[in-house]
């Protein structure tokens, strides 16, 4: 536990600050790189602080400003920054071997973790990214059965893999009937190839969904379904929609691909285990790699095999230079070992308490708003509809200019959330900080 506590978040020095060393790094970055960032989703204007530290719940930035840390790497740092088991694992590995062309002992142990923790996998297959671990999983379900197309969700991220982009940005103006909606590229440039292999379904409508899923049912190679999509607001799959979708999947002869990237945090037994299903294919990321570059396939041995190669060249070859290094393995290990069913079991609490006290927030200034989210995540939105689907989150749009101003504000009050007001909480956290954050977003709120 760190001295989360004991931690004043208020009167930090005021950002943005043309002065400031992040300031003067961001014009550097300016001319080396587009935009001045390599990851879209951690930038924020005029421009982002630059880490220096981070130990706990706590990162520091190179001009000394301390803030609780509610973005974690976007969820991938469940135990904070430098758990320091996860870094006594590390530190001895780092004095063994850092990569080699060689399999090593580490990779094994993970992978029977993951397999006795998850009810659809029997094996795994590593990677570098979420994205790598998406790309591979819908290869597998294409090899396996042949067919060419996926289905997946409007709106939902699943990394940047072509496929399972599709429609990751749909706008009104081309997004067309929301009980059938129009596949719609993602990047310019995004081959209409693309776009026809994709069929994309609207989120918890279980008859349009059915329908599509059926009109294509012959064609579909996997379903992509990640069951609390951030970019679909954080809302939680339906019961009735899930075992729709196995339910038609598993006669159509279609796989089952779960996305727990993110959601692997959502309990002991993943998501799969949350929400009662028993996928073909599992994607996995972030949490498993301890804090360094991950991404993982698993599933039933029988669809795992198009990786195999024991008779001869595989259905689906896979390399990767740094798959499986022992670092990562080192570290991801230490960390799964580290997550008990009792540590989800508190996290679970504090995002309800999080959850609860955005809600009141708004409640006590009068404010429209919504709270969505499951165990540890929370999103607070100021739009005044309801978050259902994606096309409310594009509605939501329209609130981002004072979602932005309650980001600037948190900065200021020692608190780092994203711009969409997004809050991950890790293993170090406490009630008393859950409370610190909820009392300078209601601050925040109240000052715009």
């Given at each position: 536990m760190t001295d989360a506590s004991t931690h004043s978040l208020a009167n930090t020095p005021a950002w943005p600050d043309d002065a400031s060393r992040s300031a003067a790094l961001y014009q550097r970055a300016r001319a080396v790189m587009p935009s001045g960032s390599s990851?879209?989703?951690i930038f924020f204007k005029p421009y982002p602080v630059y880490a220096a530290s981070g130990e706990g719940a706590f990162v520091t930035d190179v001009d000394g400003v301390r803030r609780a840390d509610f973005i974690n790497n976007y969820s991938s740092l469940i135990h904070g920054h430098r758990p320091p088991q996860v870094m006594a694992a590390v530190t001895e590995q780092l004095g063994?071997?850092?990569?080699?062309?060689?399999?090593?002992?580490?990779?094994?142990?993970?992978?029977?973790?993951?397999?006795?923790?998850?009810a659809g996998v029997d094996q795994v297959r590593y990677a570098n990214?979420?994205?790598?671990?998406?790309?591979?999983?819908?290869?597998?379900?294409?090899?396996f059965?042949?067919?060419?197309?996926?289905?997946?969700?409007?709106?939902?991220?699943h990394g940047g893999y072509d496929h399972a982009e599709v429609s990751?940005?749909?706008?009104?103006?081309?997004?067309?009937?929301?009980?059938?909606?129009t596949p719609t590229p993602t990047y310019l440039g995004q081959p209409k190839g693309v776009l026809d292999d994709v069929v994309v379904l609207p989120w918890n409508d279980v008859a349009a969904a059915r329908a599509l899923l059926e009109a294509h049912a012959g064609e579909l190679a996997a379903v992509l379904i990640?069951?609390?999509?951030?970019?679909?607001g954080f809302v939680p799959i339906a019961a009735d929609y899930l075992a729709m979708i196995r339910e038609v999947s598993a006669r159509s002869g279609a796989l089952l691909i779960l996305d727990e990237v993110y959601n692997l945090r959502l309990g002991y037994h993943g998501a799969q285990g949350k929400f009662g299903v028993v996928p073909d294919l599992t994607t996995l990321g972030k949490i498993i790699g301890g804090g360094f570059p991950v991404g993982a396939v698993g599933g039933r041995a029988e669809v795992m095999s198009v990786f195999g190669f024991d008779t001869g060249r595989p259905r689906v070859p896979h390399g990767g230079t740094y798959n499986a290094n022992p670092v990562t393995m080192t570290a991801g290990l230490k960390t799964m070992q580290l997550l008990p069913p009792q540590a989800f079991s508190r996290l679970a609490v504090l995002g309800e308490r999080l959850r609860e006290g955005l809600r009141r927030a708004l409640s006590d200034r009068g404010l429209p708003g919504q709270v969505t989210g499951d165990e540890s995540f929370a999103m607070l939105s100021l739009s005044d509809q309801p978050i259902r689907t994606y096309r409310d989150l594009v509605y939501a749009a329209q609130f981002a200019e004072a979602q932005s101003r309650v980001h600037a504000v948190l900065m200021n009050r020692g608190v780092l959330t994203s711009p969409s007001l997004v809050f991950t909480?890790?293993?170090?956290?406490d009630e008393a900080l859950v409370d610190q954050v909820v009392a300078e977003v209601g601050a925040a709120l109240g000052a715009v």
């Amino acid at each position: 536990m760190t001295d989360a506590s004991t931690h004043s978040l208020a009167n930090t020095p005021a950002w943005p600050d043309d002065a400031s060393r992040s300031a003067a790094l961001y014009q550097r970055a300016r001319a080396v790189m587009p935009s001045g960032s390599s990851r879209l989703t951690i930038f924020f204007k005029p421009y982002p602080v630059y880490a220096a530290s981070g130990e706990g719940a706590f990162v520091t930035d190179v001009d000394g400003v301390r803030r609780a840390d509610f973005i974690n790497n976007y969820s991938s740092l469940i135990h904070g920054h430098r758990p320091p088991q996860v870094m006594a694992a590390v530190t001895e590995q780092l004095g063994k071997l850092t990569a080699v062309g060689l399999p090593t002992e580490s990779e094994i142990a993970l992978a029977e973790l993951l397999a006795e923790r998850l009810a659809g996998v029997d094996q795994v297959r590593y990677a570098n990214s979420g994205t790598e671990a998406v790309m591979m999983a819908i290869k597998a379900a294409r090899a396996f059965t042949g067919r060419p197309k996926i289905a997946k969700v409007e709106g939902a991220y699943h990394g940047g893999y072509d496929h399972a982009e599709v429609s990751q940005t749909a706008l009104p103006d081309g997004w067309g009937d929301p009980a059938a909606p129009t596949p719609t590229p993602t990047y310019l440039g995004q081959p209409k190839g693309v776009l026809d292999d994709v069929v994309v379904l609207p989120w918890n409508d279980v008859a349009a969904a059915r329908a599509l899923l059926e009109a294509h049912a012959g064609e579909l190679a996997a379903v992509l379904i990640d069951p609390l999509p951030s970019r679909v607001g954080f809302v939680p799959i339906a019961a009735d929609y899930l075992a729709m979708i196995r339910e038609v999947s598993a006669r159509s002869g279609a796989l089952l691909i779960l996305d727990e990237v993110y959601n692997l945090r959502l309990g002991y037994h993943g998501a799969q285990g949350k929400f009662g299903v028993v996928p073909d294919l599992t994607t996995l990321g972030k949490i498993i790699g301890g804090g360094f570059p991950v991404g993982a396939v698993g599933g039933r041995a029988e669809v795992m095999s198009v990786f195999g190669f024991d008779t001869g060249r595989p259905r689906v070859p896979h390399g990767g230079t740094y798959n499986a290094n022992p670092v990562t393995m080192t570290a991801g290990l230490k960390t799964m070992q580290l997550l008990p069913p009792q540590a989800f079991s508190r996290l679970a609490v504090l995002g309800e308490r999080l959850r609860e006290g955005l809600r009141r927030a708004l409640s006590d200034r009068g404010l429209p708003g919504q709270v969505t989210g499951d165990e540890s995540f929370a999103m607070l939105s100021l739009s005044d509809q309801p978050i259902r689907t994606y096309r409310d989150l594009v509605y939501a749009a329209q609130f981002a200019e004072a979602q932005s101003r309650v980001h600037a504000v948190l900065m200021n009050r020692g608190v780092l959330t994203s711009p969409s007001l997004v809050f991950t909480l890790s293993t170090p956290m406490d009630e008393a900080l859950v409370d610190q954050v909820v009392a300078e977003v209601g601050a925040a709120l109240g000052a715009v």
